[in-house]
């Protein structure tokens, strides 16, 4: 964890993000699972080859096969990170949410005893 953190802080700190209150919002983060934030689309390989770059110093390496793109910008623009299109989805789960393309986080996920 603390490498992951490491790294995440590296890339912040080169601009990545969106203002929020007095600070810029990069990622959630919880366990392994990640979630980058960045203002526009167009950022997104600059930042995640930063990112990767950064990783692999560490010894960390990302498996790019399991990333997903949730996008509030609806220009048609693939997302391609090295040599491979990103998939693209309508939302992704967050501890017990679903944030959505349209910004909201209001579908609960039910957790079956």
Same mark, same amino acid.
């Given at each position: 964890?603390?490498?992951?953190?490491?790294?995440?802080?590296?890339?912040?700190?080169?601009?990545?993000?969106?203002?929020?209150?007095?600070?810029?919002?990069?990622?959630?983060?919880?366990?392994?699972?990640?979630?980058? &934030?960045?203002?526009?689309?167009?950022?997104?390989?600059?930042?995640?080859? @930063? =990112?990767?770059? #950064?990783? +692999?110093?560490? %010894?960390?390496?990302?498996?790019?096969?399991?990333?997903?793109?949730?996008?509030?910008?609806?220009?048609?623009?693939?997302?391609? &990170?090295?040599?491979?299109?990103?998939?693209?989805?309508?939302?992704?789960? @967050? =501890?017990?949410? #679903?944030? +959505?393309?349209? %910004?909201?986080?209001?579908?609960?996920?039910?957790?079956?005893?």
């Amino acid at each position: 964890m603390l490498v992951i953190d490491y790294g995440l802080r590296k890339v912040e700190r080169g601009g990545f993000g969106i203002n929020f209150i007095r600070d810029k919002l990069f990622d959630l983060g919880f366990a392994d699972d990640i979630a980058l &934030i960045v203002g526009d689309k167009r950022e997104l390989p600059r930042c995640t080859e @930063y =990112l990767i770059e #950064v990783m +692999s110093k560490t %010894g960390l390496h990302l498996n790019t096969g399991k990333w997903e793109v949730v996008t509030l910008d609806y220009e048609n623009i693939p997302v391609i &990170i090295g040599e491979e299109q990103v998939k693209e989805v309508q939302n992704f789960k @967050y =501890l017990d949410s #679903v944030v +959505s393309q349209d %910004g909201s986080a209001t579908e609960d996920i039910s957790l079956e005893m």
